[in-house]
């Protein structure tokens, strides 16, 4: 699995479709982690915030649609 910068959008988005069934949660579970991580070294890191926020506010998306189906 390439670890560069580099790789493109496209690319990961053909690796996230090749990932195993119980494997998009282990990579959301390090994805929160690390930015966890970088938050507790630096409370002011935007790049940690912005992930957050934007986790938040997916999750609420997700759960909303959820709601809307049943």
Known sequence: ???SPDTNTADLWEMLGDLDED???Q???QLFFRNEERLQKN???VVAMAFFRD???LVEQVRACNLNRR
């Open 1 to 3: 699995m390439p670890n």
């Open 27 to 29: 990579l959301l579970t």
């Open 43 to 45: 409370p002011e890191d």
């Open 55 to 57: 986790l938040s506010v």
């Open 23 to 25: 494997q998009p949660l």
